[in-house]
């Protein structure tokens, strides 16, 4: 087994060299010559890796080392630091020291037993080459890239079916809407025209059609508002109009759903008229409608909703333009302050049901905030458990002509 031992001091010196079988005759020093020099003038750097290591760890295994003075390209060094200073034991291949220290134990026992520690210890990790090191990283980014192909063509495919499930859902939504109408309009004909002529029980029938109808005319709303919102093509048709005569209205057709359980919808507007308010009339319509259901769902029998309009102080974003202010109150449950703060978010819901087991699906509220910021207006909500709850919107009025 061809190899060699070197001692030096702890700053690399050379102190003396031990040779076993040819021994390398390439490497050659004098006494006190630094032992990176050694291996020649184009391995110098990685010696010095090699003693800063020592330096560092206290000892290396089967480091590899290239030098032009070794025919076979390099060697594997291995070493150690202990309290007389540095010993090497060089190896022509990987794997050698253990040979090197076999044949070490007869011509110098005392330096094999000194060497003897890195029986156990574990081969300094291989560095990788340049080219090594280059072709991971092709590779890596060859898989990164397509791994981006990949979530981009999920995001396609994911982009398509929510797209064509919105299609869908408004497609259903628009198709509903016009036979609840159909309902509504018919129910209403048949009071009309039978006035005077109806039983109480024969009344409360017609009145519980235009109940559930008006009911499920919000919900296709929603519906409808929901799938335009995912998509968005959320559009408002904003012109100006008599917000107070939209109220009223709204609060009459809502009486219908009050009437239901007993409760009494009190309407407040201003005297004198408000000015014109800069809106979209239907999507107005459809955020009081939300809000008035909800308040009579939470209300018990018997009970009263408030509605208030009122023109804010403050100027609105149009020049010399002021606000609404619109408040619905009920005295219902109220809301506990751990839902109240997720409230506006999409399919929230109250831990609770309605007074009379009325669920909800949770959009209602969102697609009220959604309809107020496009409006550039805000919606606050103030409740408690026990105390009831107010919805409060305020919205931008129309700019004063000079």
């Known amino acids: 087994m061809d190899g060699l031992v070197l001692t030096c001091d702890h700053d690399g010196r050379l102190r003396a060299l031990h040779r076993l079988g040819a021994g390398f005759p390439g490497l050659a020093g004098k006494p006190g010559t630094p032992f990176p020099v050694l291996f020649g003038p184009d391995a110098v750097a990685g010696a010095l890796d090699l003693f800063s290591g020592l330096r560092k760890s206290g000892r290396v295994v089967d480091q590899p080392l290239s030098s032009r003075l070794d025919p076979m390209g390099g060697f594997h060094v291995s070493g150690l630091s202990d309290a007389e200073g540095l010993v090497l034991a060089v190896a022509r291949a990987p794997g050698g020291l253990p040979a090197v220290l076999e044949g070490l134990e007869t011509l110098n026992p005392r330096l094999a037993q000194r060497l003897a520690p890195l029986r156990t210890a574990a081969p300094a990790p291989e560095v990788p080459t340049l080219d090594a090191l280059f072709g991971e990283m092709t590779l890596l980014n060859n898989e990164l890239a397509n791994a981006q192909r990949a979530l981009a063509k999920a995001n396609a495919e994911l982009a398509a079916s929510n797209e064509q499930k919105n299609r869908l859902m408004g497609m259903l939504a628009h198709d509903l809407r016009t036979p609840l109408q159909v309902v509504v309009g018919f129910a209403e004909l048949l009071e009309q025209r039978l006035d005077g002529r109806l039983e109480a029980a024969e009344r ?128 219902g449950r109220g809301i506990p302050p751990a839902e109240l703060a997720q409230l506006f978010q999409p399919f929230a819901r109250t831990g609770r049901l309605g007074t009379e087991g009325e669920g909800t699906v949770g959009l209602g509220l969102y697609i009220c905030r959604s309809i107020v910021e496009g409006h550039g207006g805000r919606i606050t909500a103030d409740s408690a458990p026990g105390r009831g709850s107010t919805f409060t919107v305020e919205l931008p009025l129309v700019a004063s002509s000079p």
Do not use: F
């Open 204 to 331: 409360a029938c017609l009145e519980r059609i235009r109940e559930s109808s008006l009911s499920m005319r919000h919900m296709v709303e929603d519906a409808l508002s929901l799938a335009a919102l995912q998509a968005g093509r959320m559009r408002l048709a904003r012109r100006p109009s008599d917000l107070m005569t939209l109220v009223r209205r709204n609060v009459s057709m809502n009486r219908v759903l009050a009437e239901g359980k007993s409760i009494t919808i009190e309407l407040s507007v201003p005297e004198p008229p408000m000015p014109m308010a800069d809106i979209d009339p239907a999507k107005l319509d459809q955020l009081l409608n939300n809000l008035l259901s909800n308040a009579i769902k939470y209300s018990d029998r018997g009970g009263s909703v408030r509605v208030a309009l009122s023109e804010a102080p403050g100027e609105g974003p149009g020049k010399g333009g002021g606000w609404a202010r619109l408040r619905v109150s009920d005295d």
